[in-house]
């Protein structure tokens, strides 16, 4: 069961984004601020909103600790801001001044990549707040990005429709094109790490669009053949472009809010439909779980952001980063071709 307890209405005009901490939840509008709240109560933070873009806000992220809040903008800057006292800590302005429609943290922290209006994207090294590398997908605007829990590879999805997948020296590994027909929307990995009957490393993704279809991805690391990606389920519970899908922190269940007004609640491995929620009066344009408690919160047109807790225990209480209780997995080019790795198990106690 998944009941309504709260709903929030600070902005003054559509909620793009939503995004958990273990202790906060973070929302980003048109209407060019970021609100903060605290999760214990949903009350707002006294150094909320945040008010330092010129333009509407599309998206936000926060690092792993939660220390930190990255937003970006139409105004061609993701600016980082402490969530200690609200204020700026850097500004990072995107390569060509491009409107910036997504950013996301790598799950360790290190990195922050930013994806633009004009198809370029930068990958920010976050401990030195400067640009590491850029790359580019030309003829189409990045709209979506994540990284895969071992926070060595990332993918991208364009309003073109492909998904594509980069290492940390922007090598282009892998094109899923027309992933989505008439656009991408938003893209997810879960949290695990898996493993393969064939013993390599695979990651599941996420991925939703204009076509009103959410679909979950393997992603297999073959040591010697590259990379595979392949369609596992196609979801079709919602009747309009899907416009933002989210993991649970376990990686069971997997949240989506489209254009018919509607946020769909599923569980992940076998892509059953579990809930369909009705609550919201335009169109739903953001979802997130949180990672320490089994709560969503999804964001609308209308406005408002409402905040949904799951009742039947199916969300993983507890916050993790990277599966540690299990296996972390680093990748190493280990010849020219940007499609052969190598990679190895390292065992946490």
């Known amino acids: 069961m998944v009941s309504l307890i709260c709903t929030l209405q600070s902005h003054r005009d559509d909620v793009n984004c939503c995004a958990f901490s273990g202790s906060l939840l973070a929302t980003c509008s048109a209407d060019k601020s970021v609100c903060v709240y605290s999760t214990r109560d949903f009350s707002e933070l006294p ?3 945040l008010t330092g873009h010129g333009y509407g806000v599309h998206c936000c992220c926060f690092s792993a600790c939660g220390q930190y809040l990255a937003s970006c903008s139409t105004d061609a800057t993701t600016v980082v801001w402490s969530m200690d006292t609200g204020e700026i800590e850097a500004v990072l302005e995107h390569p060509g001044r491009s409107p910036v429609r997504v950013c996301a943290f790598s799950p360790d ?3 922050l990549v930013s994806g633009g209006s004009d198809g370029t994207i930068a990958l920010w090294d976050f401990t ?3 640009l590491r590398r850029t790359g580019a997908v030309t003829d189409t605007s990045i709209v979506a990005c994540s990284f895969t829990p071992c926070a060595q590879l990332f993918i ?3 309003t073109y429709g492909d998904l594509r997948l980069w290492d940390l020296n922007m090598n282009h590994l892998h094109a899923e094109k ?6 991408v929307s938003c893209c997810q990995f879960a949290p695990q790490i898996m493993k393969g009957t064939d013993g390599c490393v695979q990651f599941q993704l996420a991925s939703c669009g204009q076509d009103s279809l959410l679909k979950i991805w393997i992603v297999s690391l073959l040591s010697a053949a590259g990379i595979k ?12 472009p899907v416009l933002s899908c989210a993991y649970s922190a376990d990686g069971q269940m997997l949240v989506s809010g489209s254009v018919d007004k509607t946020v769909t609640v599923y569980q992940a491995n076998e892509g059953i439909l579990l809930y369909t929620l009705n609550q919201h009066d335009r169109y739903v344009t953001a979802c997130a779980f949180s990672p320490t408690a089994p709560l969503i919160a999804t964001g609308s047109m209308d406005k408002s952001v409402n905040i949904w807790r799951v009742e039947d225990g199916s969300c993983a209480q507890g ?3 990277c599966n540690q209780s299990c296996y972390k997995v680093l990748f190493k080019l280990c010849n020219p071709s940007p499609n052969a790795f190598i990679y190895e198990r390292i065992f946490y106690k």
């Open 47 to 49: 150094f909320s909103p």
């Open 109 to 111: 922290s290190s990195y």
């Open 128 to 130: 030195s707040r400067t």
């Open 156 to 158: 991208t999805g364009s």
């Open 178 to 183: 027309n992933a989505h027909d008439l656009g």
């Open 229 to 240: 990606m392949q369609l596992a389920h196609t979801l079709t519970g919602q009747s309009a």
């Open 319 to 321: 916050g993790f980063i």
